[in-house]
Every structure is written in structure tokens, then in C-alpha cells.
């Protein structure tokens, strides 16, 4: 389970998180969706402790992430995320690619990594990629080659930083898709999004974002039939 509870977070003078609440159970799925700014990238940011929080704190599986004795790097094993922009190494092939964290971070020999990796690789559509360079690829084959580099390291918690975002519209699909499918194998996954149909069929809730607040939460069938807060409304009234 992730719990964050009232988190601030500045940068310099800018508050950007201004005491977000927010409880993730095992196995569920939460959209966050607002405008730009709004601080949904720091909150993932955050949570696997690649940023520091003013005050507050995360919890995940009880792990206070930002204190002192808080190994990051274990804790990180745990949580994997995948960002907007692709970064993949491309001197290394998709295996390559794929199998470097489960070698170098958890210790797994070359043929265990081949292993996951490909399991991995072939449960987002690419087991005809393997020795491919990812320039090679399509941003679409990209983007599922960076969730399956996440998947290989076995994380109990995904964060997804608007991940289709960089796509061209005729790629998004086979993405979310993979999502999807991910979301029906049961993995907790915390999703930045601006695909609302996405947020509405495979979020179990969905939250809006709005000046560093979180000022709705609700299971998606509520918050898209019957947003509540006035900026909900008129964020997604400019986007239908
Ligand atoms: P969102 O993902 O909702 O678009 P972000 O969390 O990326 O918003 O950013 C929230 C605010 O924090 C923005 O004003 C942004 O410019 C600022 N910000 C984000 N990262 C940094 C950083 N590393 N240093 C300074 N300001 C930042
Ligand atoms: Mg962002």
C-alpha cells in the first residue's frame, strides 16, 4: 500500500504540493489527471524518492520513503515508473536494454535476465524485437519496451508519467492496451494521464490535480458522471 499523507513540496519559493492525502491499496489502479503544473509529475517523482518532500510523509508497505534510514535503493526495486519521454540506451539492443537493471541491480545472471526479460518483452507484443536497437522501433514500441524494462525488475507498484503523451495519435492505443492488461493482472498502478477513457474504464478511482492541491477523488464512474469541484468540472467540460 502507498500512503501519502499531507505532503508539501517547494521548489525554492514555488509550492508545488500543497498537502496531497492519498492512500493507494494493493491492486488498485488511480488515474491523476489536471493541468499543467498542477504537480502530478513531482507527486511520482516523490513517492519513489527521487525528489524531497518539505513535510509530510509516503509510506509504502509502512517504509517512511524519505527517511534517513530509508534504503532507496531497495525500495525503488519496488516501484517502478515510466516516463513521458523514452530513454533508451541506444547502443543496446531491446533485450539489452531490458535485461541491464535486473542484471546490474538485482544480481541475475545473463540467461535468468534473458529469461524475465523476454517473458516480459513478449507480454507487450515485442518477442519479435529482441535484437532490435530501439531506434528501430516506433514510439509506440518504445514506450512498451520501457514498461516491460519496469516489469522486469518485478515491481509491486508502477507510477506512469503520461506515457502516451509523446505518442502520435494512432500509437496510443497499443499502449494503453498494454496498460490495460497490466491493470487486469492486478498490478497497484498510479497512471498521470490525459486519456480519459482510459481513466474512466481501467481506473478503479481518479483524481484531479489543481494547483498543487488534489482537489477531487472519487471512483471513476462518479468523477466523470457527477464531478463535484467547480475546476473538475470545467477541466473536463474543455476537453470533451
Ligand atoms: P505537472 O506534471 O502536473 O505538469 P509538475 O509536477 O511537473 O506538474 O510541476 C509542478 C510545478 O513545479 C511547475 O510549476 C514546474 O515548473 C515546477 N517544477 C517541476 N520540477 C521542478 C524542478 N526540478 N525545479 C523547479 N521547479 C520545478
Ligand atoms: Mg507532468
Known amino acids: 500500500m502507498i500512503e501519502i499523507k499531507d505532503v508539501y513540496k517547494s521548489f525554492g519559493t514555488?509550492?508545488?504540493?500543497?498537502?496531497?492525502?492519498?492512500?493507494?491499496?494493493?491492486?488498485?489502479?488511480?488515474?491523476v489527471i489536471g493541468g499543467s503544473g498542477s504537480g502530478k509529475s513531482t507527486l511520482l517523482t516523490c513517492i519513489n524518492g527521487l525528489e524531497p518532500i518539505n513535510s509530510g510523509s509516503i509510506l509504502v508497505d509502512g517504509v517512511?520513503?524519505?527517511?534517513?534510514?530509508?534504503?532507496?535503493?531497495?525500495?525503488?526495486?519496488?516501484?517502478?515508473?515510466?516516463?513521458?519521454?523514452?530513454?533508451?540506451?541506444?547502443?543496446?539492443t531491446v533485450?539489452?536494454?531490458?535485461?541491464?537493471?535486473?542484471?546490474?541491480?538485482?544480481?541475475?545472471?545473463?540467461?535468468?535476465?534473458?529469461?524475465?526479460?523476454?517473458?516480459?518483452?513478449?507480454?507487450?507484443?515485442?518477442?519479435?524485437?529482441?535484437s532490435v536497437y530501439p531506434g528501430r522501433l516506433s514510439g509506440g514500441q518504445q514506450q512498451r519496451m520501457a514498461i516491460a524494462r519496469a516489469l522486469a525488475m518485478s515491481p509491486e507498484y508502477v507510477l506512469f508519467d503520461e506515457v502516451t503523451?509523446?505518442?502520435?495519435?494512432?500509437?496510443?492505443g497499443e499502449v494503453l492496451d498494454t496498460l490495460k492488461l497490466l491493470a487486469d493482472d492486478g498490478m497497484t498502478m498510479?497512471?498521470?494521464?490525459?486519456?480519459?477513457?482510459?481513466a474512466r474504464d481501467v481506473s478503479d478511482r481518479v483524481a484531479f490535480f489543481h494547483k498543487g492541491i488534489m482537489a477531487e477523488i472519487a471512483p471513476s464512474n462518479e468523477f466523470f458522471n457527477a464531478p463535484q469541484h467547480p475546476e473538475t468540472q470545467k477541466f473536463l467540460s474543455n476537453i470533451r
Not at 514555488?14 to 488515474?31: A, H, P, Q, R, Y
Not at 535485461?99 to 529469461?115: C, D, F, H, Q, Y
Not at 498510479?190 to 482510459?198: A, D, G, K, S
Open 165 to 172: 503523451s509523446a505518442l502520435d495519435p494512432q500509437l496510443v
Open 64 to 92: 517512511e520513503v524519505h527517511a534517513k534510514t530509508t534504503d532507496l535503493n531497495r525500495l525503488r526495486r519496488k516501484i517502478g515508473i515510466v516516463f513521458q519521454q523514452f530513454n533508451a540506451f541506444p547502443h543496446l
Open 190 to 198: 498510479i497512471c498521470v494521464t490525459h486519456e480519459m477513457t482510459f
Open 14 to 31: 514555488l509550492e508545488v504540493l500543497k498537502g496531497i492525502n492519498l492512500t493507494v491499496k494493493k491492486g488498485e489502479v488511480v488515474s
Open 95 to 130: 533485450l539489452e536494454n531490458v535485461t541491464l537493471a535486473p542484471r546490474k541491480v538485482l544480481g541475475m545472471s545473463k540467461a535468468e535476465a534473458e529469461a524475465v526479460a523476454e517473458k516480459q518483452l513478449a507480454h507487450v507484443g515485442l518477442a519479435d524485437k529482441l
